[in-house]
């Protein structure tokens, strides 16, 4: 069990204050192979971890694989239509017993030839009659909770964890008219070996302060100052967001600061008028914009390297336009301008906390989200660290 230094613990104090007098997070939250093992115990083995789109999975006997602090874990559903997690380590010799994708009726291990339902229990286990004691319904695959909310799906390791959503609320009203549950997400992809810790990819991506800044000209029509924090902040919340007002109506993240896509056709001029950026800790960084939300999951790989599994949510009536594949192009290009700026930005931000010299920073007030987002971090480490 590993253990942060009481002191770093209490210097923590400094982070949470009022945004007016708060300072950064240490240096060494973001470095420190001690300080992501702790945080492996106590936030990614008691938090709800976003897997991706329920629309993944949309009929019984669809799976796909993801890897969680090196948890291979499978997301499937059953016969009877439910979402379900669980293990993917056969529990004979601990071999993954799937990778990928795919529809299967089963789940065989290719080693030994173990086969799990689709519920996780074992079915079949060749030559073990002779084993003293063994009885099949002791060996299924362990189950992980499994919660949805907005059409994506949440696991969490464990089992008696509080429900997620009631921990949203004050974020859903802001999602109401998009219907996220009934849009469609064509495709995701992944970015591997990003260099830099996931509480930097976090800050950076609800960050307003460097909004027409780092991205002067490209976000100018969605200045830093327009930045609101509109719902105050509680310790029983999992949802840190803000609002981003625009300089007109139906304002889009590309070269002509306009919409490309169709507009949801439930939401309001003011809805039109504004991106939401949110986080989900410790996986789920979500944002809308009139024509499309985008998402992105968030798994650390090391102290200091993050892989990102990137989607776009549009409204269904986007994908019967016959040019819709043109469009996304189009849509994707704008996009990867921010992309190539806050990827410069964050690995210089990462080399720049391995310095003898990094600061504990102040912040502006276009940073709230930031203390916010400490608030709820240090929560986390102060339970796990008087728990043990």
Known sequence: MTALPTDLIDRLDESVRDVAEASTLPAELYTSPDVLAFEREAVYAHEWLCVGRAERVPEPGDWFTVTLCD????VVRDKEGTVRAMSAVCQHRAMQVCDGSGNSSTFKCPYHHWNYALDGRLLGAPAMERTVGFDKAEWGLPQL?????QGFVFVNFDR?????????????KYLVNYDLASAVCPGTFTLEGLPWNWKVMFENFNDGYHA????????DFCPSNMSAFPEPWSDDSNVIFRTAGYTHIDGGFNATHHTIMPVFPGLSEEERSRSTFALVPPTLCLGTAPDQCFFFLVRPTGPETIDVEIGYIFHPSALEDPLFEHKLKLADVGVQVFVEQDQDATRKVQRGLRSRFAPRGRYSWQEESHVQFNRWLVQRYRRHAGAR
């Open 160 to 172: 008696d964890a509080a429900p997620l959503a009631p921990t949203l609320t004050r974020y859903e």
């Open 71 to 74: 948890e291979p874990i499978i």
């Open 212 to 219: 027409n800044r780092l991205h002067q000209y490209v976000q």
């Open 145 to 149: 909770a499994v919660e949805e909310w």
